[in-house]
């Protein structure tokens, strides 16, 4: 591979640049977030460790790999604005809660370090935003949504569809307040436009999340069951 | 036939083939949402550079062709990632209690 120098600002309006690069946020938020990040793959490695069933390792490994390849496809919005899928909701559905946050860490990582997309320090605070928040806090949503609804079986795909649209707007709703906290904007001017985007941007994650749960129910619906074949894990708080 | 019903995740495995292949290429080259966001409102410019550049922008540096770069970039990443997570849940996968 044939090193270049970085150019800074100008990269911005590549197209495969998508996630934060260092800067953005400041230090003190950045080795915060890390801590944070830090505690929440503890317990997702200690969690998979005890649940995790050999039948469902390939699905860990489909699933990284779809999400990496989604991740790359950015659809239009409007107006020059472009959005992508995060697919956190997505692998904790089949993956449970814990696996799916390895799953997410794994792909954000990966982009990070070989892709240049998203920076080194703003990294803990990468994947949680665009990881955990789905795969612990969509996925929170997405049994709420199911135990209210008539059970899994019956509300799964739509019940993912919303828990995906409020993943990307916590997730959006995150990194704006750590801009906040890092002194990089103001509230009155980063969350307007920040959750009106992401609003947008989370149909398109609610609506690959629900195709991407239909094909697999009308082609192989046994997978569903993978996620809880070594003893449900208890759901996060 | 047991053999052909394990052969799922080789079908998730060509499909995510397939969304490099045929639809990275065509993927909006506009901003996404914290971009866009970042340049309208400013903040987009404290961003700094990386450190160090190995597929920068899902590209290999060398290849002319942008689609070749792209997709050959894809699919690399593709691999790596379903690999490192195959590893990685070998490595974290409960232990069943032997059966006598």
């Known amino acids: 591979m044939i090193a270049s120098i970085a150019t800074g600002g100008q990269r911005a309006a590549d197209g495969f640049t998508l996630h934060a690069p260092d800067g953005l946020v400041s230090v003190p938020v950045a080795i915060g977030m890390w801590l944070v990040t830090g505690v929440i793959l503890a317990l997702a490695v200690r969690h998979t460790n005890r649940t995790l069933d050999d039948r469902a390792i390939p699905l ?68 949680f935003n665009m990881g955990a928040v789905g795969t612990l806090g969509g996925y929170a949503i997405y049994r709420a949504l199911c135990r209210l609804f008539g059970g899994e079986q019956k509300a799964r795909i739509p019940a993912a569809g919303v828990a995906a649209w409020c993943a990307v707007m916590l997730g959006a709703a995150a990194i704006s307040a750590q801009l906040l906290a890092s002194g990089a904007t103001e509230p009155f001017v980063v969350l307007p436009a920040m959750l009106g985007v992401h609003a947008l941007i989370g149909i398109g994650e609610a609506a690959i999340t629900m195709a991407a749960l239909g094909f697999i129910a009308a082609t192989r619906s046994d997978l569903f069951q993978l996620r809880d074949l070594g003893g449900r894990d208890a759901a996060p708080a | 036939m047991e053999q052909p019903k394990r052969r799922w995740w080789l079908a998730g495995l060509a499909i995510s083939v397939l969304v490099v292949v ?70 974290l996968r409960r232990r069943r209690p032997p059966r006598a």
């Open chain 1, 60 to 127: 860990m490994g489909v699933m990284a790999a779809f999400i990496f390849a989604a991740q790359m496809v950015n659809f239009p919005i409007f107006g020059g604005t472009s959005g992508h899928l995060l697919g956190g909701v997505l692998a904790a559905v089949l993956l449970g809660p814990w696996a799916a946050t390895l799953v997410m860490a794994c792909v954000v990582t990966v982009q990070a370090l070989l892709f240049q997309d998203g920076g080194l320090l703003v990294l803990g605070a990468n994947i």
């Open chain 2, 22 to 91: 045929v639809l990275a290429p065509l993927a909006s080259s506009d901003p996404d949402g914290l971009e866009r966001v970042g340049e309208d409102t400013g903040f987009l410019d404290r961003a700094a550079g990386p450190l160090f550049e190995i597929l920068p922008d899902y590209s290999i540096q060398g290849l002319a062709d942008p689609t070749v770069s792209t997709i050959a970039s894809g699919l690399i990443g593709v691999a790596l990632v379903f690999l490192l997570m195959v590893g990685l849940g070998r490595l």
